[in-house]
Nanobody, 117 residues
């Protein structure tokens, strides 16, 4: 499985961005993680294969929405009300349903999100 993430960029605080992650093959649970400079990779959101179940980190709940379109093999992360502390490289991942990045076998290349104050 190959994953291709896109959609990052520079946005002002309070703005929105939509990340996409296109998969080359069938995937199961998928997730977004992020990693800020000097910090460990952290869980952001994940979604079940059907899309019927979603989970979010407390820090993004109510602001971010994860969704998927299995016909397009694509997962999305809609990010609203962005804050400077959301600045990080965002990675999509596919694998075992978990909040722990070590449970995921497949990773996209990362897309940089920068939120200015």
């Amino acid at each position: 499985v190959q994953l291709q993430a896109s959609g990052g960029g520079l946005v002002q605080a309070g703005g929105s961005l939509r990340l996409s992650c296109a998969a080359s093959g069938r995937t199961y649970a998928m997730a977004w993680f992020r990693q800020a400079p000097g910090k460990e990779r952290e869980f952001v959101a994940r979604i079940s294969w059907s899309g019927g179940s979603t989970w979010y980190a407390t820090s993004v709940k109510g602001r971010f929405t994860i969704s998927r379109d299995n016909a397009k093999n694509t997962v999305y992360l809609q990010m609203d009300s962005l804050k400077p502390e959301d600045t990080a490289v965002y990675y999509c991942a596919a694998g075992r349903a978990s909040d722990d990045y070590r449970e995921y076998n497949y990773w996209g290349q990362g897309t940089l999100v920068t939120v200015s104050s």
